[in-house]
């Protein structure tokens, strides 16, 4: 079973930053694509970065310029920096792993609130 833990939401004044973190727990195995998504009140839930076990990234038109992805697969973690905050990166966070041939894991969400 894999468990996906999060880390490092909060509120930040637009123009800030935040790092999110999320650890696939030690006995995951099999794991793919990894990625953060984000749900804002009322929105669907939408793909903010992804990230292969390759290194190979990928983002919202949304977020380009301004989040970066990276994955450190000894350690099954991956972080999302972002920078340049808005008010409109507002949601609650996501992390997911693809468990090849398996299935797909979400975590429990963390909150990030841009707002001054």
């Known amino acids: 079973q894999v468990q996906l833990v999060e880390s490092g939401g909060g509120l930040v ?4 930053s ?4 999320c650890a696939a727990s030690r006995s995951s195995f099999n794991i793919g ?5 984000r749900q804002a009140p009322g929105k669907q839930r939408e793909l903010v970065a ?5 290194g190979r990234t990928n983002y ?3 977020v ?4 970066t992805i990276s994955r ?3 350690k099954k973690t991956i972080d999302l920096q972002m920078n340049s905050l808005k008010p409109e990166d507002t949601a609650v966070y996501y992390c997911r792993a693809d468990q090849i041939g398996v299935r797909t894991h979400w975590g429990q969400g963390t909150q990030v609130t841009v707002s001054s």
């Not at 992804?50 to 390759?54: G, L, R």
């Open 50 to 54: 992804t990230i292969t076990s390759a």
């Open 72 to 74: 450190d697969n000894a």
């Open 18 to 21: 935040l790092r999110l973190s």
């Open 60 to 62: 919202a038109d949304s």
């Open 33 to 37: 694509n990894m990625g953060w998504y």
């Open 64 to 67: 380009k310029g301004r989040f």
């Open 13 to 16: 004044q637009p123009g800030g």
